[in-house]
């Protein structure tokens, strides 16, 4: 049964400050709750879906799409408590999400957020320091602490391996939004949602959401906002143990969002 009160549950879960509560967003000009999940072209998508941010020309946004001022997107500290939990458990409010498969988003997010940090023109150098604190906190894992001192989080090399083993010691209420678990961050659990996607079928996705909001939307001209480095490894060239770890941590996005897994990976 779904809870009738869902965002309350989910602050419940999360801590009230959580950011990524933010991205569970109503979006007034298409009447639709949409949950944006970091790593899933959020970026690219709260553009897109924001007319005061889309620049058709070059394909880029003209502020941080991030920012809620920015967008016209209203969350949970807009509307408070009550209104956000009227919208979400409304049934002629659409409520959409858009998955990616486990593996491959946290193999990016270890390339953008870990491997390297990538600023995009939005963003400030000042965010140079989420990059240091999740790698004193990854490094710190294998330290038996709670961080690594700073110094050794700029020059020591952290492996993929060694975040999946943050992530699997760690809830996804503890982690950064970047690699916390996808059912987790959108309320899967709570949240009786319409139109749920995949990244790796963007067209349709897109294609379904037209059909929910009953209009046509303008086409994507770029696919990638973001544009990270590229040099990360594939995922068949990760170790089979590896990528069951990470199936067997995030089986509940496997679940939700209908992605197949390696056989034996649940087990």
Known sequence: MIDPRPIDTIIGLSGVNSVFVKDISFVPHLGIVFAFISKNASSLLKTYLSTALWDSSSGLPRKNPHELKNTGFLSVD??????????????????VVLGRNPVDRLLSGWRSR??????????????????LEIRQRILGQSYGCHAAPARDALTSE?????????????????????????????????????LVGQLEDLDTFIKNLEKLVGQRLPSISERSINRTPTSVPAVES???????????????????????VQAGAMT
């Open 238 to 260: 990760l170790d089979s143990a590896l990528v069951q770890r990470i199936e067997k941590r995030f089986v509940d996005d496997y679940n939700f969002f209908g992605y197949p």
């Open 78 to 95: 807009d509307l408070g408590l009550p209104v956000m939990n009227e919208i979400l458990t409304d049934a002629s409010t659409p409520r």
């Open 158 to 194: 952290i492996p993929i391996s060694m975040l999946v083993e943050y992530v699997e010691d760690t809830p996804s209420s503890l982690l950064d939004r970047h690699f916390a678990g996808q059912a987790f961050l959108c309320g899967a659990s709570v949240i009786n949602y319409d």
């Open 114 to 131: 870990v491997h390297t940090w990538h600023l995009e023109s939005y963003q400030s150098a000042r965010e140079l320091t989420d990059w």
